[in-house]
Protein backbone atom coordinates (compact mmCIF):
# COMPACT_ATOMS: atom_id res chain seq x y z
CA UNK A 1 0.00 0.00 0.00
CA UNK A 2 1.43 3.35 -1.15
CA UNK A 3 1.61 5.46 1.79
CA UNK A 4 3.09 9.30 1.57
CA UNK A 5 3.58 11.16 4.69
CA UNK A 6 3.79 14.50 4.53
CA UNK A 7 5.61 17.04 7.85
CA UNK A 8 7.41 20.28 8.41
CA UNK A 9 4.30 22.78 7.83
CA UNK A 10 3.59 25.49 9.74
CA UNK A 11 3.29 29.56 10.68
CA UNK A 12 6.34 31.64 8.66
CA UNK A 13 6.22 35.47 7.92
CA UNK A 14 6.60 36.51 4.81
CA UNK A 15 10.12 36.31 3.59
CA UNK A 16 10.42 33.39 5.80
CA UNK A 17 11.38 29.44 4.78
CA UNK A 18 10.47 26.51 5.89
CA UNK A 19 11.14 22.39 4.64
CA UNK A 20 8.61 20.48 4.26
CA UNK A 21 9.22 16.54 4.11
CA UNK A 22 7.51 13.65 2.44
CA UNK A 23 7.96 9.92 3.71
CA UNK A 24 7.43 7.51 1.42
CA UNK A 25 6.85 3.91 1.73
CA UNK A 26 4.88 1.12 -0.50
CA UNK A 27 6.79 1.22 -3.61
CA UNK A 28 10.50 1.15 -5.05
CA UNK A 29 10.47 4.98 -4.47
CA UNK A 30 13.83 5.88 -6.75
CA UNK A 31 11.95 4.73 -9.89
CA UNK A 32 9.33 7.53 -9.51
CA UNK A 33 9.00 10.60 -10.06
CA UNK A 34 8.02 12.78 -7.48
CA UNK A 35 6.14 15.72 -7.19
CA UNK A 36 4.19 18.35 -5.05
CA UNK A 37 1.26 20.06 -5.11
CA UNK A 38 -0.74 22.42 -2.92
CA UNK A 39 -3.90 23.36 -2.81
CA UNK A 40 -4.44 26.87 -1.64
CA UNK A 41 -7.53 28.75 -0.39
CA UNK A 42 -10.68 29.18 -3.02
CA UNK A 43 -8.24 27.32 -5.60
CA UNK A 44 -8.05 23.47 -6.98
CA UNK A 45 -5.00 21.48 -6.74
CA UNK A 46 -2.16 23.36 -8.07
CA UNK A 47 1.17 21.43 -9.47
CA UNK A 48 4.39 22.96 -7.61
CA UNK A 49 7.54 21.00 -9.05
CA UNK A 50 8.61 17.47 -9.99
CA UNK A 51 11.69 15.51 -9.36
CA UNK A 52 12.53 12.94 -12.00
CA UNK A 53 15.73 10.89 -13.27
CA UNK A 54 17.28 11.77 -15.50
CA UNK A 55 14.88 14.61 -16.67
CA UNK A 56 15.65 16.72 -13.48
CA UNK A 57 13.63 18.94 -11.61
CA UNK A 58 10.83 21.22 -12.92
CA UNK A 59 8.55 24.38 -10.80
CA UNK A 60 5.94 26.13 -11.73
CA UNK A 61 6.54 29.59 -12.18
CA UNK A 62 5.21 31.11 -9.34
CA UNK A 63 7.70 28.85 -7.22
CA UNK A 64 11.00 29.12 -9.48
CA UNK A 65 13.79 30.68 -8.38
CA UNK A 66 11.76 30.49 -5.05
CA UNK A 67 11.28 26.27 -3.72
CA UNK A 68 14.01 24.00 -4.56
CA UNK A 69 13.03 19.66 -4.26
CA UNK A 70 15.26 17.27 -3.35
CA UNK A 71 15.19 13.73 -2.71
CA UNK A 72 17.27 10.90 -0.74
CA UNK A 73 16.34 7.90 -2.28
CA UNK A 74 17.86 5.79 0.70
CA UNK A 75 15.62 6.93 3.18
CA UNK A 76 12.55 7.53 0.44
CA UNK A 77 12.18 10.61 1.44
CA UNK A 78 11.55 13.82 -0.72
CA UNK A 79 11.60 17.64 0.82
CA UNK A 80 10.49 20.61 -0.57
CA UNK A 81 12.64 24.24 0.60
CA UNK A 82 10.51 26.74 0.43
CA UNK A 83 12.31 30.32 0.78
CA UNK A 84 11.16 34.17 0.36
CA UNK A 85 7.77 32.94 1.55
CA UNK A 86 4.62 35.22 0.37
CA UNK A 87 0.87 35.27 1.61
CA UNK A 88 -0.07 33.40 -2.15
CA UNK A 89 2.12 30.86 -1.02
CA UNK A 90 0.08 29.75 1.80
CA UNK A 91 -2.03 26.65 1.58
CA UNK A 92 -2.03 23.08 2.23
CA UNK A 93 0.72 20.87 0.99
CA UNK A 94 0.95 17.50 -0.63
CA UNK A 95 3.69 14.96 -2.32
CA UNK A 96 2.59 12.62 -4.68
CA UNK A 97 4.25 10.27 -6.76
CA UNK A 98 1.57 10.82 -10.16
CA UNK A 99 -0.76 13.30 -11.13
CA UNK A 100 -1.74 14.39 -7.47
CA UNK A 101 -4.73 12.37 -7.16
CA UNK A 102 -2.38 9.86 -4.76
CA UNK A 103 -1.04 12.25 -2.11
CA UNK A 104 -0.45 12.00 1.70
CA UNK A 105 -2.72 14.30 4.36
CA UNK A 106 -0.74 17.23 3.43
CA UNK A 107 1.31 19.76 5.45
CA UNK A 108 -0.63 22.76 6.41
CA UNK A 109 1.75 26.11 5.25
CA UNK A 110 0.30 29.45 6.54
CA UNK A 111 2.75 32.55 5.61
CA UNK A 112 1.38 35.58 7.53
CA UNK A 113 2.62 38.97 9.65
Known amino acids: EVQLVESGGGLVQPGGSLTLSCAAS????????MSWYRQTPGAGLEWVGT???????TYAGSVKGRFTISRDNAKSTLYLQLNSLTTADTGMYYC???????RGQGTQVTVSS
Open 51 to 57: TSHPYGT
Open 96 to 102: SNNDGST
Open 26 to 33: GFTFENYA
